[in-house]
């Protein structure tokens, strides 16, 4: 029997309820309103964008248990978690739990006591859980980071492939799957594989206008990243370092510095992992330095911003860790770091890389990355460009932007390069041609008799970091090609010629040698006008005394974005609370008094108004 239609004031009337929120984000509606029809749908959104509810609710409204994939058991926990504290029948089923809480779960599933359940791919495919599922009212199926079904996309995992076998064998269930990362290729097969042909394609963009994205050219990036977190003491952030050994070296270094950081990386015990983990999502640690297994998992609506230490392998890396920043839509900075060696590094991963058409894959998806880092025009039209997505102007909060590079005329500089790289043969890596035009006077040049080329210090009158800059830049723009087979060495290529020749005029943008990238300090809510800073710090404090009695993390609460709101508007009452984004009729019941009386305490202080 199908499930009966469903008004679209019910929707709302949960939207509300349930979860807290006055309205849907662009897509929400329509997606949601489909599946709780019975329709298939591909939903590409952004981190933060609101996936989840698009299964969420429609789970909550058809016959039955929602069946969640999911590929991290910290992921799932989250998940249910928040789910719980909103008054949601939710659990999930994976290798954390013993033999009783799994019988338990199993149990309540049978019982149809769940409105949703999260399970990992491999327990959902293992002996006889599929069979189990035959026997329980399923509501929908739900795919979460569907992209991992794809070998085109950057997190391919053989396990998700195995789930084209759903929708053959729950025919009349909705299928969805959601993914925040995926260009054209990754989409067409999970389209293929999940057998979602027939299936509403929803794509919201990639676009999140609240982060800042930014760039440095790598120059002593401990320091750098220390003046970064200078005055945001108390935001939270993610450091990404390409190596374990560097994640502990930074996190040693910070700790030291008397900032509370800790290192994340799959080197350590599940335990130390997990208390890391958890002591990031309760607000006890500001700082996670971590390899890329950091992250996937991490729900946490207030991380105020993302560091690369070191330069992703992929821009779907890139933008899937800056996404974990302002998940709650409050204007947050992601900053890379950007060193030529760490391109060089890159390529000789890929290059151990034994099948071909993987390396290739790899290599076309660095050298997107390398041009994103490199680019001298808005950043973020270039990053929606790599997913197709097509940016009208400048987007006004990036580095490019706001401190547009300047242009010079780089022919003559350009020249010096040029001809150094020929003079030293057409042999050495970038280091060593900085040195002979800077007139580096080493026991390595002279033994090399390149203190007596015409080009040694003829670019005496430039820091390292110019040259640098500049070689890099004629990389960019094909002048010059590093051999990454033969150490890197840098080669002129045909195009260099007429450059060389004087037949052609170049401009280049000027080195960027900031040393530190401007962006929010604290939360604003830029966009709904002021709130009071001094509330909202009373109100944190309340949220983290609550959070911890429960041994929960503080945004399980509420997140950020509502407590600017309370800081803004004052609620003074149940009714005034509940207009409150985030704040559900569940969490009402179990905190508005609190927060209501650290409003009114704080009120009585400090004068209302």
Not at 212 to 219: E, F, N, S
């Given at each position: 029997?199908?499930?009966?239609?469903?008004?679209?004031?019910?929707?709302?009337?949960?939207?509300?309820?349930?979860?807290?929120?006055?309205?849907?984000?662009?897509?929400?509606?329509?997606?949601?309103?489909?599946?709780?029809?019975?329709?298939?749908?591909?939903?590409?959104?952004?981190?933060?964008?609101?996936?989840?509810?698009?299964?969420?609710?429609?789970?909550?409204?058809?016959?039955?248990?929602?069946?969640?994939?999911?590929?991290?058991?910290?992921?799932?926990?989250?998940?249910?978690?928040?789910?719980?504290?909103?008054?949601?029948?939710?659990?999930?089923?994976?290798?954390?739990?013993?033999?009783?809480?799994?019988?338990?779960?199993?149990?309540?599933?049978?019982?149809?006591?769940?409105?949703?359940?999260?399970?990992?791919?491999?327990?959902?495919?293992?002996?006889?859980?599929?069979?189990?599922?035959?026997?329980?009212?399923?509501?929908?199926?739900?795919?979460?980071?569907?992209?991992?079904?794809?070998?085109?996309?950057?997190?391919?995992?053989?396990?998700?492939?195995?789930?084209?076998?759903?929708?053959?064998?729950?025919?009349?269930?909705?299928?969805?799957?959601?993914?925040?990362?995926?260009?054209?290729?990754?989409?067409?097969?999970?389209?293929?594989?999940?057998?979602?042909?027939?299936?509403?394609?929803?794509?919201?963009?990639?676009?999140?206008?609240?982060?800042?994205?930014?760039?440095?050219?790598?120059?002593?990036?401990?320091?750098?990243?220390?003046?970064?977190?200078?005055?945001?003491?108390?935001?939270?952030?993610?450091?990404?370092?390409?190596?374990?050994?560097?994640?502990?070296?930074?996190?040693?270094?910070?700790?030291?510095?008397?900032?509370?950081?800790?290192?994340?990386?799959?080197?350590?015990?599940?335990?130390?992992?997990?208390?890391?983990?958890?002591?990031?999502?309760?607000?006890?640690?500001?700082?996670?330095?971590?390899?890329?297994?950091?992250?996937?998992?991490?729900?946490?609506?207030?991380?105020?911003?993302?560091?690369?230490?070191?330069?992703?392998?992929?821009?779907?890396?890139?933008?899937?860790?800056?996404?974990?920043?302002?998940?709650?839509?409050?204007?947050?900075?992601?900053?890379?770091?950007?060193?030529?060696?760490?391109?060089?590094?890159?390529?000789?991963?890929?290059?151990?890389?034994?099948?071909?058409?993987?390396?290739?894959?790899?290599?076309?998806?660095?050298?997107?990355?390398?041009?994103?880092?490199?680019?001298?025009?808005?950043?973020?039209?270039?990053?929606?460009?790599?997913?197709?997505?097509?940016?009208?102007?400048?987007?006004?909060?990036?580095?490019?932007?706001?401190?547009?590079?300047?242009?010079?005329?780089?022919?003559?500089?350009?020249?010096k390069a040029l001809s150094c790289i020929y003079r030293v043969g057409q042999r050495f890596g970038i280091k060593h041609v900085i040195d002979v035009l800077r007139g580096a006077d080493t026991e390595r040049i002279r033994s090399l008799g390149h203190d007596r080329l015409t080009t040694h210090g003829i670019g005496a009158d430039h820091g390292e970091q110019v040259w640098a800059s500049i070689i890099r830049q004629l990389i960019h723009h094909g002048f010059v090609e590093q051999d990454i087979a033969n150490y890197s060495v840098l080669k002129l290529t045909p195009a260099?010629?007429?450059?060389?020749?004087?037949?052609?005029?170049?401009?280049?943008?000027?080195?960027?040698?900031?040393?530190?990238?401007?962006?929010?300090?604290?939360?604003?809510?830029?966009?709904?006008?002021?709130?009071?800073?001094?509330?909202?710090?009373?109100?944190?404090?309340?949220?983290?005394?609550?959070?911890?009695?429960?041994?929960?993390?503080?945004?399980?609460?509420?997140?950020?974005?509502?407590?600017?709101?309370?800081?803004?508007?004052?609620?003074?009452?149940?009714?005034?609370?509940?207009?409150?984004?985030?704040?559900?009729?569940?969490?009402?019941?179990?905190?508005?008094?609190?927060?209501?009386?650290?409003?009114?305490?704080?009120?009585?202080?400090?004068?209302?108004?």
């Open positions: 029997m199908p499930d009966p239609y469903i008004p679209t004031a019910a929707i709302h009337e949960t939207l509300r309820r349930v979860f807290g929120y006055d309205a849907f984000r662009p897509h929400q509606q329509a997606i949601i309103e489909g599946v709780i029809g019975g329709d298939d749908a591909f939903v590409l959104m952004p981190t933060g964008g609101g996936k989840s509810l698009c299964y969420q609710i429609p789970a909550l409204h058809r016959r039955g248990v929602g069946i969640v994939v999911s590929p991290l058991i910290s992921l799932m926990k989250d998940q249910v978690d928040a789910l719980l504290a909103n008054g949601v029948a939710a659990a999930c089923y994976n290798s954390s739990l013993d033999g009783d809480a799994a019988r338990d779960v199993l149990a309540r599933l049978h019982a149809g006591a769940l409105d949703l359940l999260y399970v990992s791919p491999e327990r959902l495919l293992s002996d006889g859980f599929l069979d189990r599922l035959d026997d329980v009212d399923v509501a929908l199926l739900a795919i979460d980071e569907a992209h991992c079904v794809s070998q085109w996309g950057h997190d391919f995992r053989p396990e998700y492939a195995a789930l084209g076998v759903l929708r053959e064998r729950f025919g009349g269930v909705p299928l969805i799957a959601l993914t925040a990362t995926a260009d054209a290729q990754t989409r067409d097969d999970i389209v293929r594989v999940l057998g979602l042909g027939a299936a509403a394609h929803h794509v919201s963009g990639f676009d999140r206008p609240n982060i800042r994205y930014a760039v440095l050219d790598k120059h002593k990036p401990y320091e750098q990243l220390r003046r970064f977190l200078d005055g945001r003491d108390g935001q939270a952030g993610i450091v990404y370092a390409l190596s374990r050994k560097k994640v502990e070296e930074i996190a040693g270094r910070l700790h030291a510095d008397g900032v509370r950081a800790a290192a994340y990386h799959a080197g350590f015990a599940a335990a130390q992992r997990a208390a890391v983990q958890e002591a990031f999502l309760r607000d006890e640690l500001q700082v996670v330095v971590a390899t890329v297994a950091f992250g996937m998992g991490i729900d946490k609506p207030n991380v105020r911003f993302v560091v690369h230490y070191d330069l992703p392998r992929h821009v779907e890396g890139y933008y899937q860790e800056t996404g974990r920043a302002g998940r709650d839509g409050l204007p947050s900075d992601a900053l890379l770091l950007y060193g030529a060696q760490d391109v060089v590094t890159a390529r000789r991963l890929i290059d151990g890389n034994q099948n071909p058409q993987q390396q290739r894959i790899e290599q076309h998806k660095l050298n997107a990355m390398v041009a994103l880092a490199e680019a001298v025009t808005c950043r973020r039209r270039v990053l929606l460009g790599y997913f197709g997505e097509a940016l009208n102007e400048d987007c006004g909060n990036c580095d490019v932007c706001d401190d547009p590079p300047e242009q010079f005329g780089a022919t003559v500089e350009a020249q260099a010629r007429p450059l060389l020749r004087g037949e052609l005029q170049l401009q280049l943008a000027r080195p960027r040698v900031k040393e530190a990238a401007r962006g929010s300090r604290r939360p604003k809510a830029a966009a709904d006008g002021p709130y009071d800073e001094r509330l909202f710090e009373e109100l944190r404090r309340v949220r983290k005394s609550l959070a911890d009695a429960e041994g929960k993390p503080p945004y399980i609460v509420f997140g950020d974005a509502t407590l600017v709101q309370m800081a803004r508007d004052k609620p003074s009452d149940d009714e005034s609370l509940l207009a409150i984004n985030g704040v559900g009729r569940h969490k009402l019941q179990k905190y508005g008094g609190d927060f209501l009386d650290a409003i009114a305490a704080y009120q009585s202080e400090n004068g209302a108004g």
